[in-house]
């Protein structure tokens, strides 16, 4: 039996500082090796929270222009060994991102940040010392995972859906704007007359 579930779309998140605490490829290499199968498969090559799923390292908490890229190209040596299920493509209608969940936590939640950028986070450990800070605000990568992603500038975010389906596969569509014109700024296509002199 399959199960799909509609995840809500959240565009208010006030967490001071989050992301503020870059992922570097130094720490990240020596927090991998520690050799944790949790954090292999949150972070483990082919992952969409990867590091390393663009062929070099980028940090997942710094928004990614994903959609300027052909996935074919960009996952090429990935997917000749059969390390990832991230996939992404554009139609007529829409930008859709298809990925494989890490399987460990299932608070996933997805923010759309100023029109501008999509993220999506989930915990997969608790923190134990600091109760007043934001598990975000600090070294995140030590409880949970991130991905952000520029947002195409004619995808319409307002009417952004994120599916998750069997608790393991995520699918991001968003719908193209018919009109073409960016609505991130709440441009609705109208254009000013201006007054010849």
């Known amino acids: ?104 936590g299932k608070n996933h939640r997805v923010f759309v940040e100023n029109g501008k950028i999509v993220e999506i986070s989930g915990q997969y450990k608790q923190q134990r010392e600091s109760k007043t800070k934001d598990w975000r605000s600090e070294n995140w990568w ?11 500038e004619d995808g319409d975010w307002r009417k952004l859906e994120v599916y998750v389906n069997n608790d393991i596969l995520l699918e991001i569509r968003i719908p193209r704007n018919p009109s073409g014109c960016d609505i991130s700024q709440g441009n609705t296509g109208q254009t000013k007359n201006s007054e010849s002199m």
């Not at 498969?41 to 799923?53: C, H, T």
């Not at 030590?142 to 991905?147: I, L, M, P, T």
Request: proline share 6%.
């Open 1 to 104: 039996m399959t199960s799909c579930i509609k995840l809500e779309v959240h565009t208010e998140d006030h967490t001071p500082h989050k992301w503020c605490v870059a992922l570097r490829e130094g720490v990240f290499k020596n927090f991998l090796s520690q050799g944790n199968p949790t954090v292999h498969k949150v972070f483990g090559d082919g992952s969409l929270f990867s590091p390393l799923l663009f062929g070099k390292f980028f940090d997942p908490s710094d928004a990614f222009p994903l959609w300027e890229f052909e996935s074919d190209i960009l996952l090429a040596q990935l997917r000749s060994t059969g390390q990832t299920t991230v996939d992404w493509f554009q139609t007529d209608q829409a930008y859709v991102l298809k990925a494989e969940l890490p399987g460990v």
């Open 142 to 152: 030590e409880y949970g995972h991130v991905r952000r992603l520029e947002l195409p």
